[in-house]
T-cell receptor
Framework: DTAVSQTPKYLVTQMGNDKSIKCEQN?????MYWYKQDSKKFLKIMFS???????INETVPNRFSPKSPDKAHLNLHINSLELGDSAVYFC??????????????FGPGTRLTVL | KQEVTQIPAALSVPEGENLVLNCSFT??????LQWFRQDPGKGLTSLLL?????REQTSGRLNASLDKSSGRSTLYIAASQPGDSATYLC??????????????FGTGTRLTIIP
């Protein structure tokens, strides 16, 4: 009965490779997000995606591309991985209700290490 | 630009004591405020969500308050236990420059309860 799940949990890869992280939520939520937690443990939003509308936040390089096959899934594809991409990536989801302020539920995270 | 600060960065207290964690934010135009806990190497667990129209929320031994006008929130933990040891993150819900709803996180308070 996992709410928000991510695979893989750990990902170790070489610089220059392309990799994907998968996220699924079974909460019936409308909106999904990707956050990045850097080495200093600071969490920052990367994307949000709802009703097939993708909103990209300003600090994200275009090597990162989220893909949503349906409302319950939001995958993160990363091209040409760089050392600085090493971080923990968290997926989250929430309902999309009028007025905003909806509680976000987070997945367990994917620890990406680029060598 | 919203900035969220948590003080102290680390806190150690003996088991059984009551304690308060602080969170401050610079922009009072928020939807809500969420408190999370993060255990080492784990994901985020949502503890409490306070909507912008509310003053406080309680769950078991936890009580969170919100003073939107002064840009402050506190998380009160009563009768602390060793299992409360974790990093506590404050996150403010608002709208990004790109129009999507997002959480802006503080840098966290690492709490250690001494048995």
């Amino acid at each position: 009965d996992t709410a928000v799940s991510q695979t893989p949990k750990y990902l170790v890869t070489q610089m220059g490779n392309d990799k994907s992280i998968k996220c699924e939520q079974n909460l019936g939520h409308d909106t999904m997000y990707w956050y990045k937690q850097d080495s200093k443990k600071f969490l920052k939003i990367m994307f949000s995606y709802n009703n097939k509308e993708l909103i990209i936040n300003e600090t994200v390089p275009n090597r990162f591309s989220p893909k949503s096959p349906d409302k319950a899934h939001l995958n993160l594809h990363i091209n040409s991985l760089e050392l600085g991409d090493s971080a923990v990536y968290f997926c989250a989801s929430s309902l999309l209700l009028a007025g905003g302020g909806n509680e976000q539920f987070f997945g367990p995270g994917t620890r990406l290490t680029v060598l | 630009k919203q900035e969220v600060t948590q003080i102290p960065a680390a806190l150690s207290v003996p088991e059984g004591e009551n304690l308060v964690l602080n969170c401050s934010f610079t922009d009072s135009a928020i939807y809500n405020l969420q408190w999370f806990r993060q255990d080492p190497g784990k994901g985020l667990t949502s503890l409490l969500l306070i909507q912008s129209s509310q003053r406080e929320q309680t769950s078991g031994r936890l009580n969170a308050s919100l003073d939107k006008s002064s840009g402050r929130s506190t998380l009160y933990i009563a009768a602390s236990q060793p299992g409360d040891s974790a990093t506590y993150l404050c996150a403010v819900g608002g709208i990004s420059n790109f129009g999507n709803e997002k959480l802006t996180f503080g840098t966290g308070t690492r709490l250690t309860i001494i048995p």
